[in-house]
Structure formats: C-alpha cells, structure tokens
C-alpha cells in the first residue's frame, strides 16, 4: 500500500518535494489556495536543473485540510512562517492520532507552536536546503541544490522518518538524517540570516551580487548565527561557514524567498529567520549587533508595505 502523503502549503517548496514523493510511488495530495484553480486542472509542471522535467498530478486537490478524505501517514507543512498565517489551525483537521507531522519551513525556534498543539504526534523538522521558485501556477522551477535533511523533534531519528527519507532518497534527491535538528536548522540560520534580509534591503540583487560585493560582511553576519547556536547548546561545525559562501559562489543568481515575498507585497519571515535569532542571543547573553541592525532595518520595510497597503 502506497503512502499517504498531503502537503499543506504547495506552492514552490511543498510543490517541488510532493512531486519528488509522488514520483517514488507515495500517493500525494495537495492544499493550496491561490494557485487552487490552475492546480486542479492541470496539476504541476516541474523544471529541474538536476532532475529533468515531470508533470505532477495530486491525488486530491484541496483548499482546506479538512477536505482530505483519507488518514494521512505523513503530514507536510510547507507555509511560510509569520503571524498572519495560523499554521495550527491550517492542518488541525487533518491530523490523525498515527500522522507524523513534518514541517519544511524557514526560521529557528518556530517548533514549540506544533509541540504544544500536537503533544501526542510525531513531529519531523525538515530542512531544505534548494533554490526553487514558483514562475506561476502551477509552474515550479528548480534552480540548484534540493538536499533535504529531516529529525525528529525533540531529537533522535524514528523508523517512520527513516521510512520518509528512502521515498525522498528513491526520488533522487539527497536527504539526510541529523539526531540533533535543532543544530540542523542552525545551520540553514547560517545562510538565511545574511542573504534573505540583503537581498531585501539592497533593493533586490540577487544571492551572488551581494556576496561579491559584500563578502566580508556576510561572514561576519554568519559567525554571529554560530556564536549564537553554541550558546543555545548546539554548535556548528568549523567549515560551515566556509561552505556556504563557496556553496553560494557556485550556485546561480538567485532571488531569495524574503525577496519575492517582498516583492509581491507579502509578509515577510522576518521573525522566524532574524527576531527569532536576535531572541535566543539577548537570552543567551550573547552578542549579535549586525543581526539586530538587519532585524531592526527589516522591520522598517514591513512597515513600509503596511503603509502602502492602506
């Protein structure tokens, strides 16, 4: 019996990793709202740089969880994470007692929201360390990497995320396991602290723009993350700055995920990537002034598409 998978949240992440389960056999099922209609009728047209291209069709396509008429094994939250997107109330109606709940999303210590509302499941963080973008409904383009590194949460590796991984793996992606996920997400922190927010506040250069010109002020940014994961008990390995920035030389020119969100006048994930840092450092005792100059600069610009909404 295949899989039952829904992903919560199908827009380029949810839509790129649903289609790599589906085509490893796994019976996929969508939510979406906005891209709702086109999805529906024609399912996903995927462009990978590494993977060639397929068209994905769901199983279902919903616009509620709730909607979903199976039990699903696996649960997969692919939201952004900001206060105006209620993450529980989204998934709530489709959890069942047996569904492991895995969310791909951005940001450090965003976990205890889904620990407290969902004490008795299984609770996977996933991290996806890929550059993909949705060029329009329906339509999702896969630029460079796709590496997804999964955990449990607290900690430790569970057969049925184990199980999880080997569809990800039979898709012909990378997907590591990581007993200590927190660390993990530490360490995706390291790259999205420095270029979420300047692609942003450059005024929207791309990921290799920013490092040629700035290079020495994102290695200083990405320390601060590091010194800030050792003081809340889980530290980096010395190479990983190091790897980012070659990681970043060799990939394409890329629009960050903040970038597009602010281009389209969404909001931003500002808290989850940079207040939720700046946090965990002011606990910590930890100092991080470029981290709190970005966060602080950050949260003019979320002032400024509040005002120019109005």
């Known amino acids: ?151 449990n949460l607290p900690g430790g590796v569970s057969a049925k995320t184990r199980h999880l991984q080997q569809l990800f793996i039979r898709s012909g992606i990378e997907c590591p396991i990581n007993e200590d996920i927190i660390a993990g997400r530490w360490q995706k922190c390291v790259w999205n602290a420095p270029f979420n927010p300047l692609s942003v506040l450059s005024g929207g250069l791309p990921t290799l723009a920013i490092l040629q010109q700035q290079e020495q002020l994102i290695r200083r940014i990405m320390q601060e993350v590091c010194d800030i994961a050792a003081g809340c008990g889980h530290p980096l390995t010395d190479d990983v700055i190091e790897t980012n920035i070659q990681n970043t030389y060799a990939m394409p020119p890329y629009k960050t995920s903040m970038l597009l969100d602010f281009e389209r006048g969404h909001p931003m994930e500002t808290e989850a990537i940079l207040g939720n840092a700046v946090r965990a450092a002011h606990r910590q005792g930890v100092a991080c002034p470029r981290l709190e100059t970005l966060y602080s600069l950050m949260k003019l610009r979320a002032l400024q598409i509040q005002n120019q909404s109005q």
């Open 1 to 151: 019996m295949s899989d039952k998978i829904l992903i919560v949240g199908a827009g380029a992440i949810g839509g790129f990793y649903g289609g790599l389960l589906a085509k490893a056999g796994a019976k996929v099922s969508v939510v979406c709202r906005s891209d709702y209609n086109i999805v529906k009728q024609r399912g996903y047209r995927i462009d990978s740089c590494d993977l060639g291209q397929w068209q994905f069709e769901p199983e279902q396509v919903l616009q509620r969880a709730g909607d979903y008429r199976q039990d699903a094994d696996y649960l997969i939250l692919c939201t952004k994470v900001t206060d105006q997107i209620d993450r529980i109330g989204l998934i709530r109606d489709a959890v069942r007692p047996h569904t492991a709940i895995v969310f791909i999303q951005n940001g450090v210590e965003i976990e205890a929201q889904l620990q407290d509302a969902f004490p008795d499941n299984e609770l996977v963080s996933g991290l996806a360390f890929v550059c993909c973008n949705r060029l329009q409904a329906g339509e999702i383009r896969h630029l460079a990497y796709g590496k997804l590194m999964l955990g």
